[in-house]
């Protein structure tokens, strides 16, 4: 796991720009070079020519590829493939050992990814069907007579209204590749870091001793894949007194722009049943189809910062477990109700053999760098909950990009409710109140209480779940909106429409400071439902 892991780069004649372009944003191949990626190229013939454009604006000239495409035999010394961003693809498309070599690759788990037009590839190599994918809309039709589910958008000239990356599993596709160049490469950052837990994963009589199990209620009857995606997931959140107009902006957004899974039930977790609510609220949720689902919390948890987050949550999931009503849902989507669901996030959508989909938090904090000893608050948190601190991986802060041990946001998670993590979560925050080595602690810094519920969180799943049963949602879910200013500008999104959940923190920062208020353009469809829906819940009572 030390070395850097490799990725095998398709290039054809009239390659784009944005694979080398220099133009005060990383190029493609740099960014994919500080992502700690060991790169190799590969195209049909040994010396390829840059498109016009790339020729006359970006003065770049022909490369020599490392390899020939007919010389690529087994991709298990891959950890991906990506196509490349070009305007021809025609010497790819007559290769005839490309599609079974991209076949090979998606079997074994590899990332797979292609750039715009290289749609094609993938769909010649059978690689998109039942899948959600993005890519040029002159090839609709081929992807669409490969089984794809094509992203469709309107402004078929400026693709404007056209979708972020979009992550289905292994496979990574996407378009606009100057505009979403560096979305893109953090997809394939986080896809290929999935992909390669789950292919490096103990087998499967092994992994009682690498992580217990968590308990399991009988599987429903009918195939994921047989039922709607709507009747397969739900939605929960939590609700308290003062925060009425962003639940119901949440909830209202999922019916809104939730695309497959606008239908979902929705469950909303509230302390003694709703008591206290505002009226308005109660009133608006049977037309939302939200069905309130009560929870207590003990008051040494209610004493800290959203300390009763994991016992709302835990009353979802179990609300999911139970086969009538709003129940019975094989996936739960759980979000605070400062999110807004702008595009169908299909990544909740776990792919077999994923428990738990995360979003790692927004800063460092309270976190743990991953090169520098574990202190003695992840330690003990660590012990009251039973978690092995040597079943840690890297991964990447939102915004200011540290290296950290897992810490996950506990705002966003996709899971499946059947494995009783989030009962879990309820019960490692319940033990580390309990252990006086953990609140001993909290005295030296006070924003270790305020985000112990996203510690236990984190030491309940790593307690319980391996790495490979864990996926990472793309950087498009839970952006911070409230932090736009702080975002790299490489990451930074351009639109609204460039993400799938965004988080704003609280009702005050909408629409906010200017810093971030750009991103919503004013020709943007959900500028007019935002200033709408936000004046006519003002006065919500």
Known sequence: ????????????????????????????????????????????????????WASRNAGLGPIEVDRLVGELVDPAGYDGIVILPGQDYSGLLAEPSLPPFLRAADRTGL??????????????????????????????????????????YADLGGKSDAPPPLVDG?????????????????????????????????PPEDQATAAPALSRAASPAASPAARPAAARLAFGLPLWPGAEREGLLLMESIRAFGGGLATAPILVAA??????????????LPALGAELVPYAAD????????????????????????????GGAELLAWLDPDAFVVREPGEFLLPAGTDLAFRPVHHTLVGSRFEAPLDVYWTAIHEAVGGDPAAAFPMTATIDRAVLRPYFNAGCLALRPEIGLLAAWAAAFSRCLAQAKVTATLAADPRRGIFLHQAALTAAALARLPRAAMRELSFAYNYPLHLHGRCPPELRPRRLEDLF?????????????????????????RAAWLDARRAALATLA
Not at 119 to 137: D, E
Not at 276 to 283: C, E, K, P, S, V
């Open 170 to 202: 292994n496979l990574v596709t996407g378009l606009r590749s100057n505009h979403f160049r560096g979305a893109m490469v953090e997809a394939i950052r986080i896809a290929a870091g999935n992909a390669r837990a789950a292919r490096l994963a103990p």
């Open 271 to 284: 302390r003694d049943g709703g008591r206290g609510l505002a009226a308005g609220f109660l009133r608006a």
């Open 111 to 152: 990332l797979v990814a292609a750039f715009c037009r290289g749609i094609r590839v993938l769909a010649r190599a059978g690689l998109v069907a039942g899948r959600r994918v993005a890519g040029h809309a002159d090839y609709r039709a081929e992807v669409e007579a490969a089984g794809g589910r094509f992203a469709v």
């Open 501 to 525: 959940v965004l988080r704003y923190d609280e009702w005050g920062n909408w629409p906010g400071a200017e810093d971030w208020r750009a991103v919503l353009s004013a020709d943007e469809p």
């Open 299 to 326: 008051e040494e948890a209610r004493a800290l910062p959203f300390g009763e987050k994991p016992f709302a949550a835990a009353a979802v999931e179990a609300r999911c477990r139970s086969p009538v009503g709003g």
């Open 1 to 52: 796991m030390d070395e850097k892991p490799r990725l095998l780069l398709l290039l054809d004649e009239r390659w784009g720009a944005n694979y080398l372009i220099d133009d005060g944003r990383p190029s493609i191949r740099t960014g994919l070079e500080a992502a700690g990626f060991a790169l190799e190229t590969a195209g049909p013939r040994r010396r390829l020519s840059p498109c016009r």
